[in-house]
C-alpha cells in the first residue's frame, strides 16, 4: 500500500481534519503503543498500520 493510498483511506473514514488527529494522538495497541504517525515514522509498513486503524476503528469493509 502507498502512503498516498493510507491517507485517502484516511481521509475517507475520518474525515481531512480528523485523520490527522488520529495519526498523531491515538496509541494504537496492535501498532505496539505507537501512534499512526511514530510508527510510520519509525518504518512499520503503511499496509500494517493500516491494519491496526482498521482493527481499532471498525473501518468498514469497502475501505479495507
Known amino acids: 500500500m502507498r502512503l498516498t493510498v493510507f491517507w485517502e483511506r484516511m481521509n ?7 485523520a490527522e488527529s488520529v495519526a498523531k ?4 495497541a ?3 503503543g505507537r501512534t499512526v504517525e511514530q510508527a510510520l515514522a519509525e518504518g512499520v509498513a503503511v499496509k500494517a498500520v493500516w491494519q491496526a486503524v482498521c482493527a481499532t476503528f471498525d473501518v468498514p469493509q469497502k475501505l479495507r
Open 30 to 32: 496492535e501498532l505496539g
Open 12 to 18: 475517507s473514514q475520518f474525515g481531512d481534519g480528523y
Open 25 to 28: 494522538d491515538y496509541v494504537l
